[in-house]
């Protein structure tokens, strides 16, 4: 049975799984963290970002960064991930409106602008 003070230690096995490789593991060790803190947006953000690396978990991936914009409505890291997600999913509008809501939260994000600018479209501008 998991401690309440092994959220750390969930967090950082699941960020070393993830940083040697081994995703697997990083995303059982991240959903346990998340079982002692269902709250978590790093967790949460960790999660979304491994299950946008295959095609089969990117509706996870969607579900996992929303949760954590829900618990942070500025979660920056989460919006720029969530339209890479939505991005790779083909759906640019939903990526575009992603990557807008930064520049709500931060207008001189340098990430949000580049990510606009080179989606084939139109020059985005403020």
């Known amino acids: 049975r998991l401690a309440s003070g092994s959220f750390t230690l969930l967090l950082r096995l699941g960020s070393f799984f ?3 490789g081994y995703n697997d593991l ?3 060790a991240y959903e346990r963290a998340l ?3 269902p ?3 790093q967790a949460l953000l960790a999660l979304g970002i491994l299950y946008a690396n295959n095609e089969a978990t990117w509706p996870k991936a969607v579900d996992s960064l ?3 914009i829900w618990f942070d409505k500025k979660y920056i890291l989460a919006y720029l991930s969530l339209g890479d997600v ?3 999913q083909g759906n640019f ?3 575009r409106s992603s990557w807008r809501k930064v520049f709500e939260i931060d207008s001189g994000n340098q990430e949000a602008g580049f990510l606009l600018d080179n989606m084939g479209l139109v020059p985005f501008s403020k």
């Open 86 to 88: 939505y991005y790779k």
């Open 18 to 20: 993830q940083t040697v």
């Open 66 to 68: 929303l949760k954590a």
């Open 93 to 95: 509008s939903q990526a």
């Open 39 to 41: 709250e978590s947006k």
């Open 35 to 37: 079982m002692v803190y």
């Open 26 to 28: 990083a995303i059982d």
